[in-house]
């Protein structure tokens, strides 16, 4: 029998004309949340010359749905490479379907931003708290007040079975990035992660929260995104394109 998944309604942001596509990337969103909570993040990344498309999917879909989804948004002849891009429970969507994905989703890499936990029960927060747990960033905090889409409460729900255990290994590049300060995910468990996986980037936003490519710090992160981007493109092996070299000791502050 055919798996048919709901289709998945996709946000897409494109480089300004003349560019032509570096690669294109998929966003997958967490709890309570949709697609268009990631457009400050699309636009800027598009801007840098990549197609962004984000998924208004939701926790509940398996890696059957969610490799549906993307395959769809896609097309024939998507820019290469191609990247999925998760935050919450979106991030252990994207590394599952990664480890179930064949020929039909030409993956490059994975995104993992502000990864939901796999271990300890729901958490209950009030409207307060979970803006704060969310973000610290002022104007994602009244985007988020004043949007009727996203649905607020939900960052206290329990993960879905179908993401747990973690304990997928995707054989492709993955840059983890996860707030010092986040509230629902340690970072011990985040790092944890990194370290299981083959080939992991593992990057900590200081005084970062829970969504941090919403963050205050979110053009320090996007860029982070970028320079990942332009490595998985230029080398397999992701040697930095520009290092930064100390030339003598900095006096503490």
């Not at 494109?14 to 309570?32: E, N, S, Y």
């Not at 989804?69 to 490479?81: E, F, H, K």
């Not at 990194?194 to 980037?201: C, G, I, Q």
């Not at 969504?211 to 710090?217: C, F, G, H, K, Y």
Request: proline letters at 9%; one cysteine or more.
């Amino acid at each position: 029998m055919t798996h048919v998944a709901p289709a998945a309604t996709a946000h897409s942001w494109r480089p300004p004309a003349p560019i032509a596509p570096r690669g294109t990337i998929v966003v997958l969103p967490g709890r309570g949340e949709h697609g268009l909570v990631y457009e400050r993040f699309g636009r800027r990344i598009s801007a840098d010359g990549y197609v962004v498309h984000a998924l208004d999917t939701t926790p509940e879909q398996d890696s059957a749905d969610i490799l549906l989804a993307v395959t769809g948004v896609l097309g024939a002849a998507p820019a290469a490479p191609v990247v999925l891009v998760g935050s919450d429970t979106g991030a252990l969507q994207v590394l599952n379907a990664a480890a179930r994905a064949g020929d039909e989703v030409p993956l490059a890499g994975l995104v993992l931003a502000g990864t939901a936990p796999t271990s300890g029960g729901e958490t209950a927060l009030d409207w307060d708290a979970e803006l704060a747990a969310r973000t610290s960033c002022p104007t994602h905090r009244q985007t988020l007040a004043e949007d009727a889409e996203f649905e607020r409460g939900r960052l206290a729900d329990a993960i879905p079975a179908h993401l747990l255990p973690t304990e997928v290994t995707p054989v492709v590049p993955v840059l983890l990035l996860h707030g010092a300060a986040d509230p629902l995910t340690p970072l011990e468990e985040a790092r944890a992660l990194a370290r299981r996986l083959p080939y992991a980037d593992f990057g900590v936003v200081r005084d970062g929260v829970h969504d941090v490519l919403n963050d205050a710090s979110h053009r320090t992160t996007a860029a982070a995104v970028v320079q990942w981007l332009e490595r998985l493109r230029a080398d397999d092996d992701l040697r930095p394109i520009l290092t930064l070299e100390p030339l003598e000791p900095r006096e503490q502050h």
